[in-house]
């Protein structure tokens, strides 16, 4: 009886590759953390554009301080647009809370407008100072599927720090009680945000 032997190679282990991740699937971002980033910014902007017609109205818009708080309410205009887009592009509900804002923000600007032009920019600076933050955390929520928007909020991020800083140049520091009064201010505004994701 004949034998064959066969030498065989030894077989190389196959290695085992494990895939990466594919880039192909582009993260998408969450649909209620979406719906919450549009609702409660169309509510902060809605309120912003009612704080500055308060101050309007009690300054005039042809005094000094008028035309600069002028400025900031146009770019305010800009941004409840985009929002007011946004929330019917991507059917989202706005907050139920609108009227309140209406009349909270109208009274807010018109109050620390009465207060003099030092209050006024200490309001702006207060309100402003929480909006420029929360702009900034909400990019880090957004997917690559919300560029456009990530790109959007980038922009209003910048107009309300440079709001911020209107503020501190014309002279809110020295507002009469400035530390008390854009502490109650940026908490108010907090208050405002948490409340405005979710009803
Ligand atoms: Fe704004
Ligand atoms: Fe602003």
Do not use: W
């Given at each position: 009886m004949q034998y064959i032997y066969i030498i065989t190679?030894?077989?190389?282990?196959k290695k085992i590759i494990k895939k990466?991740?594919?880039?192909?699937n582009k993260a998408t971002t969450d649909k209620n953390i979406l719906d919450e980033i549009i609702r409660v910014d169309h509510a902060g902007e809605y309120g912003a554009t009612r704080i500055y017609d308060g101050q309007i109205a009690i300054f005039?818009?042809?005094?000094k301080i008028g035309k600069t708080i002028q400025h900031m309410a146009d770019q305010e205009q800009e941004h409840i647009e985009k929002f007011n887009e946004l929330i019917i592009e991507k059917n989202v509900r706005p907050t139920a809370l609108l009227p309140l804002w209406n009349v909270a923000g109208f009274a807010l600007g018109a109050g620390t407008a009465l207060m003099g032009e030092k209050a006024a920019m200490a309001c702006t600076v207060a309100v402003e100072k929480v909006i420029g933050e929360h702009y900034r955390e909400q990019q880090n929520l957004?997917?690559?599927?919300e560029k456009e928007l990530k790109k959007t909020i980038a922009k209003f991020e910048k107009d309300e720090l440079e709001h911020h800083d209107i503020g501190l140049e014309h002279d809110?520091?020295?507002?009469?009680g400035y530390k008390a009064m854009t502490k109650v201010i940026e908490i108010g505004c907090k208050t405002a945000i948490a409340i405005s994701k979710k009803i």
């Open positions: 190679m030894p077989q190389k282990r990466k991740p594919s880039r192909k005039g818009k042809n005094s957004l997917e690559d599927d809110a520091e020295n507002a009469i």
